[in-house]
């Protein structure tokens, strides 16, 4: 099969947990993770007879700041709709969604691409509730509902990716876009950011949408959600091969190697009998309101990259890193609030580099990142090496003591003296005369030769001027 | 002299308070009663004698001690089996609840409880209130104490029953499409719908969310107001009730009706009514012109749909507020291979015909290719409903109506032809897609004694107005 005369059209629907501290639609604790199951319940999101559902202001806010965030039109009257479907882990026999009227819609996300940047449009943005969850064990099924009514919102693309690798840079700037926002924490293993996945393959010399579409619903992880969309590239592209239309469907994943199978073929939409919830009045969110969580929108990770590259002259991929987690950005703004910004291209490739490779758990909590920056500038100034930086910075973050007192307590000063480098260098070219001997043929001996004093002078002696002395001396004797 | 359980609250209140009745003496005397009728009524599902004995005591025992009192204190009531009672069962009348034990109370109980009410008992009503007879119950059918080959009317069948011979000084019914009003009228009592929003339906189980409305039923116009006064407001556990303030009904009842303008609506009473009801009609508005009152005919033209759209939009609401009713965390469960078997069992084993009939017709309205057709051109109807309503109340301060446009009906006069018996209900269910307010008040009584109701309807949050005509009108 020759792949290449298939591309595949893929939209995305994205479920992320919000974390507020109530449910959606009650009081109950919205931070159920590892509690004990049905602790985390009460009447309404139990969907006993006579409950009725609240809705959650902040729930409320968070979407709505996700929705600006992503370029959306805010729809001045909202409202929630029940969508009807029944399954044990549904408890009202409906879930309490959005239909036509969704929080946001018609927004776009920019992601970078190798190509250069791309949009991906946003078809909506809307509000819902979660439902509880099924345990399947030894042949029955039990039932959790401490999930059940913990607010959701779900992002909708459209179907504006052709290849995997623009699905994981989006999925991952969403992720990070909310952790950015403080309105979830996304962390996918604990299933507060999920995916659903609409695929289907064309012949790459269309530009028609094939008329034909695979849901795979239930997607807890980005690598998996790679491994299904190749596996569906592969498995339509063939169906497709022999001649044949693959089927509408819904699949679902087998285990965490990608593997699908279908679930059933798609309802139609209606099949859902949406109306509006009446037990909810319509929702204003006029311009007023719109602007004041506008207001409370910080730097964005599209943002910030572009500062990072083009103000702060830091390389792309050192910027993609750091901008990677609140967390990291905000302990480097920190740090270079203090420094001169020349240092800061350098600091930053240390921070992405040498510091995100220390082990996070042995932190002493007396290490302050803006230390790194004495490091750098003992390195720049030839004081220390770059290796004697490297272990500075590993006993500073392990012991919380100052880089100058391990520089001076491990005597890792560059020696520059050049009366005793001179005479080390003589030392180690009487030492190795057929070194000596070979350098006119074979000018590697010069690497050799630094490095035989560098190891006699312990590593702390200034590669530069040591490199300069045993070339002049080379050269003398030659 | 009146037995107790033949006062009214209000009557029940002065003699305790003088000490000339105790609450215990009045519950007994009320549980007595039931003992009494309801092997003939059958107007209740569940009796509360223990504990609603243990509270009086109670109450009787803090009054000795001079202890401050709520407004209702020992004043024993019923209520219709929807609502959520902690502890006690709650069936909304159908076999798929049988033995439901409600891990909380609804809030217009916390209310009545707050204020030293006692519930004595739930009452029968038909299953969810989808009826207007009782007949749908799963508990069997409520007699009407004024003829019982007659039916209570519905579907808060019981709590009128129980009004009306005395279980309980007054009730607390639902109405989504006249249940409050119908067995009001039927059994002569006083029955308010109030305000959609102006009560909490927190607790209440849900038929059709958008017209549930929760009101009093009571022997008279000053107990309705004043039970109104306790439960009504703002519930942070319904986000559909009303941060209006809420007040004391009682106090402006007795002001003068002159000068005050009564509607007549020309189309309902086109609608095949009974000429005894019809001639109490008439009675009714030459006693209203005798107290000062100017009458004008009004025209809603769009009556002739309100049935249609109601029951398009109620059945819809309730297809899906019923699919909770699952047998998974409460009620009986069937057997079956799997969950789906298993639902399909407990649906259909648990619900009753009617039941069935509204959740596959609403099902259907909401389904694809038909909501446009029928839910949603429901929606528009309604809009230009409450437009038509607004409209009249812009002449006229209420409207008067029959509430029932027949006489109360033998059993299986109507059951048999499901759509007749929807017709019924032309005067009441026009109120619900609206929101507005309509009481129901004793206003005659045929040749051979059944009771006719009239229907005061106001304009949103109008309750007080209500209360003024209904009051002027039972006292002149």
Same mark, same amino acid.
């Given at each position: 099969?020759?792949?290449?005369?298939?591309?595949?059209?893929?939209?995305?629907?994205?479920?992320?947990?919000?974390?507020?501290?109530?449910?959606?639609?009650c009081?109950?604790? !919205?931070?159920?993770?590892?509690?004990? =199951?049905?602790?985390?319940?009460?009447?309404v999101?139990?969907?006993?007879?006579?409950?009725?559902?609240v809705?959650?202001?902040?729930?409320?806010?968070?979407?709505?700041?996700?929705?600006?965030?992503?370029?959306?039109?805010?729809? #001045?009257?909202?409202?929630?709709?029940?969508?009807?479907?029944?399954?044990?882990?549904?408890?009202?026999?409906?879930?309490?969604?959005?239909?036509?009227?969704?929080?946001?819609h018609?927004?776009?996300?920019?992601? =970078?691409? =190798?190509s250069?940047?791309?949009?991906?449009?946003?078809t909506?943005?809307?509000?819902?509730?979660?439902?509880?969850?099924?345990?399947?064990?030894?042949?029955?099924?039990?039932?959790?509902?401490?999930k059940?009514?913990?607010?959701?919102?779900?992002?909708?693309?459209?179907?504006?990716?052709?290849?995997?690798?623009?699905?994981?840079t989006?999925?991952?700037?969403?992720?990070?876009?909310?952790?950015?926002?403080?309105?979830?924490?996304?962390?996918?293993?604990?299933?507060?950011?999920?995916?659903?996945?609409?695929?289907?393959?064309?012949?790459?010399?269309?530009?028609?949408? +094939?008329?034909?579409?695979?849901e795979?619903?239930?997607?807890?992880?980005?690598s998996?959600?790679?491994?299904?969309?190749?596996?569906?590239?592969?498995?339509?592209?063939?169906?497709?091969?022999?001649?044949?239309?693959?089927?509408?469907?819904?699949?679902?994943?087998?285990?965490?190697?990608?593997? @699908?199978?279908?679930?059933?073929?798609?309802? !139609?939409?209606?099949?859902?009998r949406?109306?509006?919830?009446?037990?909810?009045?319509?929702?204003?969110?006029?311009?007023a309101?719109?602007?004041r969580?506008?207001?409370?929108?910080?730097?964005?990770?599209?943002?910030?990259?572009?500062?990072y590259?083009?103000k702060?002259?830091?390389?792309?991929?050192?910027? #993609?890193?750091?901008?990677s987690?609140?967390?990291?950005?905000?302990?480097f703004?920190?740090?270079?609030?203090?420094?001169?910004?020349t240092?800061? +291209?350098?600091?930053a490739?240390?921070? !992405?580099?040498?510091?995100?490779?220390?082990?996070?758990?042995?932190?002493?909590?007396?290490?302050?990142?803006e230390?790194?920056?004495?490091?750098?500038?003992?390195?720049?100034?030839?004081?220390?090496?770059?290796?004697?930086?490297?272990?500075?910075?590993?006993?500073?973050?392990? @012991?919380?003591?100052?880089?100058?007192?391990i520089?001076? #307590?491990?005597?890792?000063?560059?020696?520059?003296d050049?009366?005793e480098?001179?005479?080390?260098?003589?030392?180690?070219?009487?030492?190795?005369?057929?070194a000596?001997?070979?350098?006119?043929?074979? =000018?590697?001996?010069?690497?050799?030769?630094?490095?035989?004093?560098?190891?006699?002078?312990?590593?702390?002696?200034?590669?530069?001027?040591?490199?300069e002395?045993?070339?002049?001396?080379?050269?003398?004797?030659? | 002299m009146?037995?107790?359980?033949?006062?009214?609250?209000?009557?029940?209140l002065?003699?305790?308070?003088?000490?000339?009745?105790?609450?215990?003496?009045?519950?007994?005397?009320?549980?007595?009663?039931?003992?009494?009728?309801?092997p003939?009524?059958?107007a209740?599902?569940?009796?509360?004698?223990?504990?609603?004995?243990?509270?009086?005591?109670?109450?009787?025992?803090?009054?000795?001690?001079?202890?401050?009192?709520?407004?209702?204190?020992?004043?024993?009531?019923?209520?219709?089996?929807?609502y959520?009672?902690?502890?006690?069962?709650?069936?909304a009348?159908?076999?798929?609840?049988?033995?439901?034990?409600?891990?909380?109370?609804?809030? *217009?109980?916390?209310?009545?409880?707050?204020?030293?009410?006692?519930?004595?008992?739930?009452t029968?009503c038909?299953?969810?209130?989808?009826?207007?007879?009782? %007949?749908n119950?799963?508990?069997?059918?409520?007699?009407?104490?004024?003829?019982?080959?007659?039916?209570?009317?519905?579907?808060?069948?019981g709590?009128?029953?129980?009004?009306?011979?005395?279980?309980?000084?007054?009730?607390?019914?639902?109405?989504?499409?006249?249940?409050?009003?119908?067995?009001?009228?039927?059994c002569?009592?006083?029955?308010?719908?109030?305000?959609?929003?102006?009560?909490s339906?927190f607790?209440?189980?849900?038929?059709?969310?958008?017209y549930?409305?929760?009101? $009093?039923?009571?022997?008279?116009?000053?107990?309705?107001?004043?039970?109104?006064?306790?439960?009504?407001?703002?519930?942070?556990?319904?986000?559909?009730?009303? $941060?209006?303030?809420?007040?004391?009904?009682?106090?402006?009842?007795?002001?003068?009706?002159?000068?005050?303008?009564?509607?007549?609506?020309? %189309?309902?009473?086109?609608?095949?009514?009974?000429?005894?009801?019809?001639?109490?009609i008439?009675?009714?508005?030459?006693? /209203?012109?005798?107290?000062?009152c100017?009458?004008?005919?009004?025209?809603?033209?769009?009556?002739?749909?309100?049935?249609?759209?109601?029951?398009?939009?109620? *059945?819809?609401?309730?297809?899906?507020?019923?699919a909770?009713?699952?047998?998974?965390? /409460?009620?009986?469960?069937?057997?079956?291979s799997?969950?789906?078997?298993?639902?399909?069992?407990t649906?259909?084993e648990?619900?009753?015909?009617?039941?069935?009939r509204?959740?596959?017709?609403?099902?259907?309205?909401?389904?694809?290719?038909?909501?446009?057709?029928?839910y949603h051109?429901?929606?528009?109807?309604?809009?230009?409903?409450?437009?038509?309503?607004v409209?009249?109340?812009?002449?006229?301060?209420?409207?008067?109506?029959p509430?029932?446009?027949?006489?109360?009906?033998?059993?299986g006069?109507?059951?048999?032809?499901?759509?007749?018996?929807?017709?019924?209900?032309?005067?009441t269910?026009?109120?619900?897609?609206?929101?507005?307010?309509?009481?129901?008040?004793?206003?005659?009584?045929?040749?051979?004694?059944?009771?006719?109701?009239?229907?005061?309807?106001?304009?949103? /949050?109008?309750?007080?107005?209500?209360?003024?005509?209904?009051?002027?009108?039972?006292?002149?």
């Open positions: 099969m020759q792949t290449g005369l298939y591309e595949p059209v893929i939209g995305l629907e994205i479920h992320i947990q919000s974390k507020t501290l109530s449910k959606m639609f009081g109950c604790d !919205a931070r159920y993770f590892q509690s004990d =199951p049905n602790t985390h319940t009460c009447p999101c139990l969907g006993l007879p006579g409950a009725l559902p809705p959650n202001k902040a729930a409320i806010n968070y979407c709505v700041k996700l929705a600006i965030a992503l370029n959306c039109k805010i729809n #001045e009257n909202t409202k929630f709709d029940r969508k009807n479907y029944f399954y044990p882990d549904l408890p009202k026999g409906f879930q309490i969604s959005q239909y036509d009227s969704p929080i946001g018609t927004g776009n996300m920019e992601i =970078p691409s =190798p250069g940047n791309k949009t991906v449009r946003i909506r943005v809307h509000q819902e509730e979660d439902t509880g969850k099924s345990i399947h064990e030894n042949g029955e099924t039990y039932l959790d509902y401490n059940s009514g913990v607010p959701l919102i779900e992002v909708v693309t459209e179907p504006d990716f052709n290849n995997k690798e623009d699905v994981t989006f999925a991952k700037r969403l992720r990070q876009i909310v952790r950015y926002l403080d309105i979830s924490n996304a962390d996918m293993e604990k299933g507060e950011m999920r995916f659903e996945l609409n695929i289907s393959v064309k012949s790459s010399s269309t530009k028609e949408l +094939p008329n034909y579409k695979v795979v619903k239930n997607i807890g992880s980005i998996v959600l790679e491994k299904v969309i190749e596996l569906e590239i592969e498995r339509q592209s063939e169906i497709l091969e022999s001649g044949q239309t693959p089927i509408q469907e819904t699949r679902g994943l087998i285990d965490m190697s990608g593997k @699908t199978a279908s679930q059933r073929t798609k309802e !139609a939409e209606a099949g859902y949406y109306f509006p919830e009446p037990d909810i009045p319509l929702i204003e969110l006029n311009k309101y719109v602007e969580i506008k207001a409370e929108i910080i730097e964005l990770p599209n943002e910030k990259l572009a500062r590259i083009n702060l002259n830091i390389d792309r991929d050192i910027a #993609e890193n750091i901008i987690d609140p967390e990291t950005y905000q302990a703004e920190q740090a270079i609030s203090k420094i001169d910004n240092i800061v +291209p350098l600091f490739k240390w921070y !992405a580099v040498e510091y995100f490779s220390l082990d996070q758990a042995q932190k002493h909590n007396d290490f302050k990142l230390w790194l920056t004495e490091i750098i500038k003992k390195v720049e100034q030839r004081e220390i090496t770059r290796t004697s930086g490297k272990e500075v910075l590993l006993a500073s973050f392990t @012991t919380g003591v100052m880089p100058d007192k520089i001076e #307590e491990k005597g890792l000063r560059v020696i520059s050049s009366n480098l001179e005479s080390e260098a003589q030392r180690v070219l009487e030492g190795n005369p057929k000596v001997s070979d350098y006119q043929k074979n =000018p590697n001996v010069l690497m050799f030769l630094v490095g035989q004093v560098m190891k006699a002078m312990g590593g702390k002696a200034d590669v530069k001027i040591v490199t002395i045993v070339k002049s001396k080379l050269k003398s004797n030659g | 009146k037995r107790p359980f033949e006062l009214t609250v209000k009557e029940a002065e003699l305790m308070e003088k000490g000339e009745l105790t609450a215990k003496e009045l519950v007994t005397s009320c549980l007595n009663r039931v003992r009494d009728m309801e003939e009524i059958n209740f599902i569940t009796i509360c004698e223990d504990s609603a004995l243990r509270k009086a005591s109670q109450i009787d025992e803090a009054r000795k001690k001079g202890e401050i009192l709520g407004r209702l204190a020992g004043i024993p009531y019923t209520v219709k089996d929807v959520n009672t902690e502890g006690i069962q709650t069936t009348g159908s076999k798929i609840l049988e033995g439901y034990i409600s891990p909380y109370n609804a809030t *217009i109980i916390e209310k009545l409880d707050g204020q030293d009410a006692i519930l004595i008992g739930k029968n038909d299953a969810f209130g989808f009826g207007s007879s009782t %007949e119950s799963a508990y069997g059918v409520t007699r009407n104490p004024h003829d019982t080959e007659r039916v209570p009317g519905g579907s808060s069948g709590s009128g029953a129980a009004v009306s011979y005395g279980g309980g000084l007054f009730s607390i019914g639902e109405d989504t499409g006249g249940s409050i009003r119908c067995p009001a009228s039927f002569g009592i006083v029955g308010l719908k109030p305000t959609y929003g102006r009560v339906r607790g209440a189980i849900a038929y059709a969310s958008s549930d409305s929760v009101g $009093p039923m009571t022997k008279d116009v000053y107990d309705n107001a004043l039970i109104l006064s306790v439960i009504a407001g703002k519930d942070s556990k319904d986000a559909t009730s009303s $941060p209006l303030p809420v007040p004391d009904y009682t106090l402006e009842m007795e002001n003068t009706l002159k000068g005050k303008r009564i509607g007549i609506v020309k %189309e309902y009473m086109n609608q095949g009514v009974d000429t005894q009801v019809k001639q109490a008439d009675q009714a508005i030459e006693k /209203f012109k005798g107290l000062g100017e009458i004008a005919e009004v025209s809603l033209p769009y009556t002739e749909y309100a049935i249609a759209a109601y029951y398009l939009i109620g *059945i819809s609401e309730a297809s899906s507020n019923l909770r009713m699952d047998g998974i965390r /409460f009620g009986p469960i069937s057997e079956g799997d969950w789906q078997e298993r639902y399909m069992n649906r259909g648990n619900f009753g015909a009617e039941e069935k509204r959740i596959i017709l609403g099902t259907y309205a909401l389904s694809e290719g038909y909501a446009d057709k029928y051109k429901a929606q528009q109807v309604r809009a230009l409903l409450k437009a038509d309503m409209k009249a109340f812009e002449n006229v301060d209420i409207l008067l109506t509430t029932m446009p027949i006489l109360p009906f033998k059993f006069e109507n059951s048999s032809d499901p759509l007749k018996m929807w017709l019924l209900d032309a005067f269910v026009t109120i619900n897609p609206v929101g507005v307010p309509a009481l129901s008040v004793p206003c005659g009584k045929s040749e051979s004694g059944l009771p006719i109701g009239m229907q005061l309807i106001g304009n949103h /949050f109008s309750e007080e107005l209500l209360y003024q005509f209904a009051r002027n009108f039972e006292k002149a």
